[in-house]
């Protein structure tokens, strides 16, 4: 289970499954770089990663902006060397009726949760594939959803952004693969994290509040703990898709 000797990079950090992953990723050895746009958070966890033992950069970035991301890459290049286990996780999730046509939702879900992962991976592969050409392990995890699976009422953009995510992981793979680059999806069921706290529709908070009182959600380092075995697995092993439900959810 070691990755002692791995360059990690894990988009929103600052929070949530990010966070959680990022302090598995460091606590199993891996030099991890956390990337988000609270600079207040990610200096924290840099902070408790590093009295733990571990290593830990703080860089603040939006990916929505490959500006940024390009020269957090470079930054990270700098200070680690190549990066060779990129985790793109960061992601929003902004529910309502489809009717409301709350186009500034759908666009910032659309630009995060699929163009945003495009930036990362534009970013991040150069080095991903130069990490493979020498012989290092190498891992393109992205964080998806099990709404890319599923369909049921509000969610209609964001569950699009997950399955889009989940489609372009799989087709990468027939690509990277053969490159030695590892592309997995990892496709988590309801986390408690801060996701829904960013939800105002009525009827989705409702069905949120229902959900917490009827089964017990997974926890962020459940879902960090899938991350850092797909990681982890011989560099021929690629858990290509991997779906986490609480047990009691159906
Ligand atoms: N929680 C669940 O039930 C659940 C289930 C399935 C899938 N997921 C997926 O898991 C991933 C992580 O979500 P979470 O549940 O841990 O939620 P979270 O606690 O809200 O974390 C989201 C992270 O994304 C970052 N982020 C948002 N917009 C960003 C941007 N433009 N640039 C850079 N970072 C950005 C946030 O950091 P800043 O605000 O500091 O930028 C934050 O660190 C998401 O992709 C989500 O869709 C979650």
Same mark, same amino acid.
């Given at each position: ?16 499954i ?11 050895g891996?030099k991890?770089?956390?990337l988000?746009?609270r600079?207040?958070r990610?200096?924290?966890?840099? +902070? ?13 970035a939006d990916?929505?902006?490959?500006a ?7 930054r ?5 060397g190549?990066?060779d286990?990129?985790?793109s996780?960061?992601g929003?999730m902004?529910?309502?009726a489809? +009717?409301a ?5 759908w ?16 970013a ?5 594939l130069?990490?493979?050409g020498?012989g ?11 709404t890319s ?7 209609? %953009? ?21 490159q ?6 990892v496709?988590p ?6 996701? +829904?706290?960013?939800?105002t529709?009525?009827g989705v ?9 009827a089964f ?9 703990e899938v991350?850092?075995?797909t990681?982890?697995?011989?560099a021929?092993?690629?858990?290509? +898709?991997?779906? %986490? ?6």
């Amino acid at each position: 289970m070691s990755l002692d000797h791995r360059i990690a990079v894990v988009t929103g950090a600052s929070s949530g499954i990010g966070a959680a992953t990022a302090r598995l990723l460091a606590a199993r050895g891996a030099k991890v770089a956390l990337l988000a746009r609270r600079l207040d958070r990610l200096d924290a966890l840099a +902070q408790e990663i590093k009295s733990a033992g571990g290593e830990a950069l703080a860089v603040a970035a939006d990916i929505t902006d490959p500006a940024t991301l390009a020269a957090a890459a470079g930054r990270i290049g700098a200070t680690y060397g190549t990066t060779d286990l990129v985790v793109s996780n960061a992601g929003v999730m902004l529910p309502s009726a489809i +009717q409301a046509r709350n186009t500034a939702d759908w666009r910032r879900e659309v630009d995060v949760n699929v163009s945003g992962v495009l930036n990362v991976v534009d970013a991040f592969l150069p080095g991903l594939l130069d990490a493979a050409g020498a012989g290092r392990p190498a891992d393109l995890i992205t964080m998806s959803s099990m709404t890319s699976h599923v369909v049921f009422p509000y969610m209609a %953009v964001y569950n699009a952004t997950k399955a889009a995510v989940s489609h372009l992981s799989r087709t990468m793979r027939t690509e990277l693969g053969p490159q030695g680059v590892r592309v997995s999806v990892v496709e988590p069921a309801m986390t408690a994290t801060e996701l +829904q706290g960013h939800v105002t529709d009525e009827g989705v908070n409702a069905w949120v509040a229902q959900a917490r009182e009827a089964f017990a959600w997974l926890d962020p380092h459940d879902v960090a703990e899938v991350v850092a075995f797909t990681a982890s697995r011989p560099a021929h092993v690629n858990l290509s +898709q991997v779906v %986490v439900y609480p047990t009691r959810q159906t």
